[in-house]
């Protein structure tokens, strides 16, 4: 049967100039075009029209319509962005009258091959270089966010350019589908006042608040807001209750609330309702700023994080601690004799213990979302000054201490204010730094280890791990995303006298581990029945983004059926998370997709192995057979696993020969000529069938049952299309030539890659 000829690539807007020169095409493969990465050449575009202006390269490709309107669609998190090119001589930060050329497109050099006349030049282009900022835009709204360098962006958007690199379409496109699930609250303009719940009823969601998120975040004294609470229920109308007891009404709501959802281990009916309350009170929370609002806003924080929604979690994070600073408890002299209603030790303390709330959650979303601290190093409170008798405060205090300083590390960088030893030997030393904090807390409840504590206990020492394991992915983000054998080079070549050298190479090792980490807690949750809505889908969508970046680049791991088998339960479990806060459908398609493309990827990997394999053997009849006996055994009649992902092959035992410089990972690869490509279509044909069935059905389990959030029933076709993915491989190229088995970052130094990572609203070099 004859295969439909392979589809053609997009024109590109401009060339580099290394193909300009050379008047070759160039395909603008990212973060270097394939020329580039075959001469190891640096790759930079420069606008010869307009000297010392940085250029934009980008995928000129027509959007996908949804469901017929392509007014309104909000398809990228890449939608007119400003990007800069990563080019050491261009300047850090790009005029405003700059920026309208990369949003509206470049007029293409006369020296480029291709016409482009006939191209509209500001259509979607799912990657652009390097990552310095994105803008979430809603086409047809005036909905637009600055997406920064976090840990979840720049991973995403690594991970996008190495499906890039294997002919495989980015999926982070789908995560912008999720901005106003994040960023809003539908909420009437009515204002409504329910009222409390039952004796019985509040009495049990303030217990459990109290047990399972007060030991972690003590706000308020548990003894004084019963006493309100109980003086709140006799109340029969709050429409007249005097305005100064406002706030102790939203804590009361909001504790009602998390008690609800705690108790269900998802977001409730009674929890919204409450929430919906809460939320329309809080003009009349910000007309009084003094200590309750902050103790409510904090609440309300904790309130939205449980519901996945981290954009107004961090906008009343930012009251709460600018009311705060009013105050005077970020002053430890202050807060411990500010006068409260009663004179217990615990509320003698209170106000210390707020502001250590303040500046716990201040730092964990900080590095989290990659935007600017609202609190200053030295107003930040140091561990001993606590006196709480729950040490989960004190322990997230020190982590919170040390993640503001990988947090100053990663984003307030400027490009060429510290080499590459520099670089490193800060990153060893924070590494260090974590790591003693750890040791601090007892080895059964320590992050990294097992953990062993009572049922109650378990889900505030996960999430303290999960916190711990997030911290390490973000400083050691750079060696994930790396070429292994161009990261230890550097290493060894400006820290071959450290003693963390050992460390910092295996960067790679402590992200997977890290991610495997949170993934796992994530499942033991669950199966304990012991959820948290302390715990967002945040951390373990991170965690899924490392492990498929890391079965992106290493295909052939040993470990790869583990991580796949981790990868998928922890999808499921952010889609069922997700579901059930009513997230948009197609963000929750993006997660399938991921998998999807991850699973074709290695089978495709399998299926060229295997065939490399065979012929290694038939060229090769003097072959001993004690040498032949040392492959793995193979299924002669191959059918799909346990976890329907099939098992690839060590090839070490023979040589062929590389004449490109290539990673580690991939230095066995089949050299481009004996691999055709017409072949290689052959074996995808073969597998794309039970690829698709296998890899598509598991993730679809937790969506409502309701039509319109079922993704196959929507209009956009960009993330699952009718036909296999598979087959969509083998109609662009498998990547199972030399060249397209290059790293993407392949070139890239220590800094270039912190360049690419480089938080774009951090404080600028003067």
Same mark, same amino acid.
């Given at each position: 049967?004859?295969?439909?000829?392979?589809?053609?690539?997009?024109?590109? !807007?401009?060339?580099?100039?290394?193909?300009?020169?050379?008047?070759?095409?160039?395909?603008?493969?990212?973060?270097?075009?394939?020329?580039?990465?075959?001469?190891?050449?640096?790759?930079?575009? /420069?606008?010869?029209?307009?000297?010392? %202006?940085?250029?934009?390269?980008?995928?000129?490709?027509?959007?996908?319509?949804?469901?017929?309107?392509?007014?309104?669609?909000?398809?990228?998190?890449?939608?007119?962005?400003?990007?800069?090119?990563?080019?050491?001589?261009?300047?850090?930060?790009?005029?405003?009258?700059?920026?309208?050329?990369?949003?509206?497109?470049?007029?293409?050099?006369?020296?480029?091959?291709?016409?482009?006349?006939?191209?509209?030049?500001?259509?979607?282009?799912?990657?652009?270089?390097?990552?310095?900022?994105?803008?979430?835009?809603?086409?047809?709204?005036?909905?637009?966010?600055?997406?920064?360098?976090?840990?979840?962006?720049?991973?995403?958007?690594?991970?996008?350019?190495?499906?890039?690199?294997?002919?495989?379409?980015? %999926?982070?496109?789908?995560?912008?589908?999720?901005?106003?699930?994040?960023?809003?609250?539908?909420?009437?303009?009515?204002?409504?006042?329910?009222?409390?719940?039952?004796?019985?009823?509040?009495?049990?969601?303030?217990?459990?608040?109290?047990?399972?998120?007060?030991?972690?975040?003590?706000?308020?004294?548990?003894?004084?807001?019963?006493?309100?609470?109980?003086?709140?229920?006799?109340?029969?109308?709050?429409?007249?209750?005097?305005?100064?007891?406002?706030?102790?009404? %939203? @804590?009361?709501?909001?504790?009602?609330?998390?008690?609800?959802?705690?108790?269900?281990?998802?977001? /409730?009916?009674?929890?919204?309702?409450?929430?919906?309350?809460?939320?329309?009170?809080?003009?009349?929370?910000?007309?009084?700023?003094?200590?309750?609002?902050?103790?409510?806003?904090?609440?309300?924080?904790?309130?939205?994080?449980?519901?996945?929604?981290?954009?107004?979690?961090?906008?009343?994070?930012?009251?709460?601690?600018?009311?705060?600073?009013?105050?005077?408890?970020?002053?430890?002299?202050?807060?411990?004799?500010?006068?409260?209603?009663?004179?217990?030790?615990?509320?003698?303390?209170?106000?210390?213990?707020?502001?250590?709330?303040?500046?716990?959650?201040?730092?964990?979303?900080?590095?989290?979302? #990659?935007?600017?601290?609202?609190?200053?190093?030295?107003?930040?409170?140091?561990?001993?000054?606590?006196?709480?008798?729950?040490?989960?405060?004190?322990?997230?205090?020190?982590?919170?201490?040390?993640?503001?300083?990988?947090?100053?590390?990663?984003?307030?960088?400027?490009?060429?204010?510290?080499?590459?030893?520099?670089?490193?030997?800060?990153?060893?030393?924070?590494?260090?730094?974590?790591?003693?904090?750890?040791?601090?807390?007892?080895?059964?409840?320590?992050?990294?280890?097992?953990?062993?504590?009572?049922?109650?206990?378990?889900?505030?020492?996960?999430?303290?791990?999960?916190?711990?394991?997030?911290?390490?992915?973000? @400083?050691?983000?750079?060696?994930?995303?790396?070429?292994?054998?161009?990261?230890?080079?550097?290493?060894?070549?400006?820290?071959?006298?450290?003693? !963390?050298?050992?460390?910092?190479?295996?960067?790679?090792?402590?992200? %997977?581990?890290?991610? *495997?980490?949170?993934?796992? @807690?994530?499942?033991?949750?669950?199966?304990?029945?012991?959820?948290?809505?302390?715990?967002?889908?945040?951390?373990?969508?991170?965690?899924?983004?490392?492990?498929?970046?890391?079965?992106?680049?290493?295909?052939?791991?040993?470990?790869?059926?583990?991580?796949?088998?981790?990868?998928?339960?922890?999808?499921?479990?952010?889609?069922?998370?997700?579901?059930?806060?009513?997230?948009?459908? *197609?963000?929750?398609? #993006?997660?399938?997709?991921?998998?999807?493309?991850?699973?074709?990827?290695?089978?495709?990997?399998?299926?060229?192995?295997?065939? #490399?394999?065979?012929?290694?053997?038939?060229?090769?009849?003097?072959?001993?057979?004690?040498?032949?006996?040392?492959?793995?055994?193979?299924?002669?009649?191959?059918?799909?696993?346990?976890?329907?992902?099939?098992?690839?092959?060590?090839?070490?035992?023979?040589?062929?020969?590389?004449?490109?410089? /290539?990673?580690?990972?991939?230095?066995?690869?089949?050299?481009?000529?004996?691999? #055709?490509?017409?072949?290689?279509?052959?074996?995808?044909?073969?597998?794309?069938?039970?690829?698709?069935?296998?890899?598509?059905?598991?993730?679809?389990?937790?969506?409502?049952? /309701?039509?319109?959030?079922?993704?196959?029933?929507?209009?956009?076709?960009?993330?699952?299309?009718?036909? !296999?993915?598979?087959?969509? @491989?083998?109609?662009?190229?498998?990547?199972?030539?030399?060249?397209?088995?290059?790293?993407?970052?392949?070139?890239?130094?220590?800094?270039?890659?912190?360049?690419?990572?480089?938080?774009?609203?951090?404080?600028?070099?003067?």
């Amino acid at each position: 049967m004859d295969r439909p000829p392979a589809a053609k690539r997009p024109r590109l !807007s401009m060339a580099c100039n290394i193909c300009r020169q050379r008047k070759v095409k160039c395909d603008a493969e990212y973060p270097k075009c394939r020329n580039c990465r075959i001469r190891n050449q640096i790759c930079v575009t /420069t606008d010869p029209q307009r000297p010392g %202006v940085p250029g934009v390269r980008e995928w000129l490709e027509i959007p996908e319509k949804i469901n017929g309107n392509t007014g309104t669609q909000c398809d990228g998190l890449q939608r007119e962005t400003a990007c800069r090119h990563n080019d050491q001589n261009s300047p850090p930060n790009t005029s405003p009258q700059h920026q309208p050329q990369s949003q509206e497109g470049q007029q293409p050099s006369p020296s480029v091959e291709d016409n482009l006349s006939d191209e509209k030049l500001n259509e979607f282009s799912p990657v652009h270089q390097p990552f310095d900022t994105s803008l979430n835009v809603e086409r047809g709204t005036n909905r637009m966010k600055v997406l920064g360098g976090s840990s979840s962006q720049c991973l995403a958007k690594s991970l996008d350019v190495y499906f890039q690199a294997a002919r495989l379409k980015p %999926v982070s496109a789908s995560f912008g589908h999720g901005m106003r699930h994040a960023e809003e609250l539908d909420m009437p303009l009515t204002l409504s006042l329910p009222g409390l719940p039952g004796r019985d009823c509040r009495d049990r969601y303030a217990r459990i608040y109290l047990a399972r998120i007060h030991p972690t975040y003590p706000v308020f004294s548990p003894h004084a807001f019963r006493e309100s609470m109980e003086q709140l229920a006799t109340v029969a109308d709050y429409k007249h209750l005097p305005r100064d007891n406002v706030p102790i009404l %939203v @804590l009361v709501y909001l504790v009602m609330g998390l008690g609800s959802d705690e108790e269900a281990q998802s977001v /409730t009916e009674v929890g919204e309702k409450y929430l919906q309350a809460a939320a329309g009170l809080v003009a009349h929370l910000v007309a009084i700023p003094y200590l309750p609002t902050v103790q409510a806003l904090l609440l309300l924080t904790l309130m939205y994080r449980g519901r996945n929604q981290e954009g107004l979690a961090w906008q009343t994070l930012g009251m709460a601690i600018r009311i705060a600073y009013t105050l005077g408890i970020h002053r430890p002299q202050t807060g411990s004799a500010l006068p409260t209603s009663h004179n217990s030790h615990d509320e003698r303390h209170l106000p210390s213990q707020i502001w250590a709330v303040c500046c716990c959650l201040e730092r964990m979303m900080q590095l989290g979302c #990659g935007r600017p601290s609202s609190i200053s190093s030295e107003h930040f409170n140091p561990v001993g000054s606590l006196t709480c008798q729950s040490p989960y405060l004190q322990w997230n205090l020190g982590l919170a201490e040390y993640t503001g300083n990988i947090s100053e590390h990663i984003y307030n960088y400027h490009p060429g204010s510290r080499n590459v030893r520099q670089i490193l030997l800060d990153t060893a030393r924070l590494d260090r730094l974590l790591l003693s904090w750890a040791n601090v807390i007892p080895p059964e409840l320590r992050p990294g280890n097992d953990i062993f504590c009572p049922d109650e206990e378990y889900h505030m020492a996960a999430y303290l791990s999960i916190q711990f394991h997030e911290t390490l992915i973000a @400083l050691h983000r750079a060696a994930l995303i790396a070429p292994t054998a161009n990261f230890d080079a550097e290493i060894e070549k400006h820290c071959a006298d450290e003693p !963390s050298k050992f460390r910092i190479r295996n960067g790679e090792s402590i992200c %997977v581990n890290s991610a *495997r980490a949170i993934a796992k @807690l994530s499942i033991e949750l669950s199966e304990r029945g012991t959820a948290s809505r302390l715990i967002p889908v945040g951390s373990l969508l991170l965690a899924c983004i490392v492990l498929a970046i890391y079965l992106m680049k290493n295909p052939k791991s040993r470990l790869q059926t583990m991580d796949l088998e981790l990868l998928k339960l922890c999808l499921e479990n952010c889609r069922q998370q997700l579901a059930r806060c009513n997230s948009d459908p *197609r963000f929750m398609e #993006g997660l399938a997709a991921m998998y999807d493309q991850i699973v074709a990827h290695h089978r495709v990997a399998s299926a060229s192995a295997e065939r #490399g394999h065979t012929l290694a053997t038939m060229y090769q009849p003097d072959q001993s057979a004690q040498k032949a006996s040392t492959w793995p055994p193979r299924n002669s009649n191959p059918q799909p696993t346990a976890s329907n992902i099939s098992v690839p092959h060590n090839h070490s035992n023979y040589t062929i020969p590389n004449n490109f410089l /290539t990673p580690a990972t991939y230095d066995d690869a089949p050299p481009m000529n004996n691999m #055709g490509h017409a072949s290689c279509s052959e074996e995808a044909h073969a597998v794309s069938r039970s690829a698709e069935n296998a890899a598509r059905a598991p993730l679809f389990d937790y969506l409502p049952a /309701t039509g319109k959030d079922q993704p196959h029933s929507q209009g956009d076709t960009g993330l699952h299309d009718t036909g !296999s993915l598979i087959d969509q @491989l083998a109609s662009t190229g498998d990547g199972s030539n030399e060249v397209d088995r290059l790293f993407p970052f392949e070139g890239y130094n220590v800094e270039d890659l912190w360049n690419w990572m480089l938080y774009f609203d951090g404080p600028q070099p003067a």
